[in-house]
Antibody, heavy 119, light 111 residues
């Protein structure tokens, strides 16, 4: 059973950089899947942040492109997201996920981690 | 930018059938796969339909998906409604640049 677990600070100050890591268990990140980040502000809908293939190909949400970087560490079976210049609007539950490389269906999700942007 | 529009909320009685729509803003929704996710409060979403009309194992056949090219929309239909179906439902697809897109979500109330 594929397992994904997000980790990182739960509180980030405005204007700083949010950094989260997703550790993948029981499955190789080198497989032919995309690995993505999705967020959900409290009480609101899902927003795709971006996705990465293990060879490094990345896709980013155009609305976040200038602030987001997603990277992969195959030696640790992890992938990460950095979001710079955060504001209160970036407060959300952040999910990492595995995506089918053909249909982009998300078949496995992490449990999600709440990140609050506040001074 | 490509967007997917869903009704904010729908409600129906137990045992009845409900359909949730997901309309694409441009292009042909039939050109790219559509997925549907169910999200209960406090939990991560789970897939109920993938690749337009496929059900993952474990999802009851009361859930079905379809595409209507004439209205550029996808639909999720749930028949024989149960109170446990009460949740938020999101459609998801992608644009011509492979940017993934979620619909705004539909809150299903079974009353």
């Amino acid at each position: 059973q594929v397992q994904l677990q997000e980790s990182g600070p739960g509180l980030v100050k405005p204007s700083e950089t949010l950094s989260l890591t997703c550790t993948v268990s029981s499955y190789s990140i080198r497989s032919d899947y995309y690995w993505g980040w999705i967020r959900q502000p409290p009480g609101k809908g899902l927003e795709w942040i971006g996705s990465i293939f293990h060879r490094g190909n990345t896709y980013y949400n155009p609305s976040l492109r200038t602030r987001v970087t997603i990277s992969v560490d195959t030696s640790k079976n992890q992938f990460s997201v950095k979001l710079s210049s955060v504001t209160a609007a970036d407060t959300a539950v952040y999910y990492c996920a595995r995506e089918d490389s053909g249909s982009y269906q998300i078949d496995y999700w992490g449990q999600g981690t709440l990140v609050t942007v506040s001074s | 930018n490509f967007m997917l529009t869903q009704p904010h909320s729908v409600s129906e009685s137990p045992g009845k059938t409900v359909t949730i729509s997901c309309t694409g803003s441009s292009g042909s929704i039939a050109s790219n796969f559509v997925q549907w996710y169910q999200q209960r409060p406090g939990s991560a979403p789970t897939t109920v339909i993938y690749e337009d009309n496929q059900r993952p194992s474990g999802v009851p056949d009361r859930f079905s998906g379809s595409i209507d090219s004439s209205s550029n929309s996808a639909s999720l239909t749930i028949s024989g409604l149960k109170t446990e179906d009460e949740a938020d439902y999101y459609c998801q697809s992608y644009d011509s640049s492979n940017h993934r897109v979620f619909g705004g979500g539909t809150k299903l109330t079974v009353l």
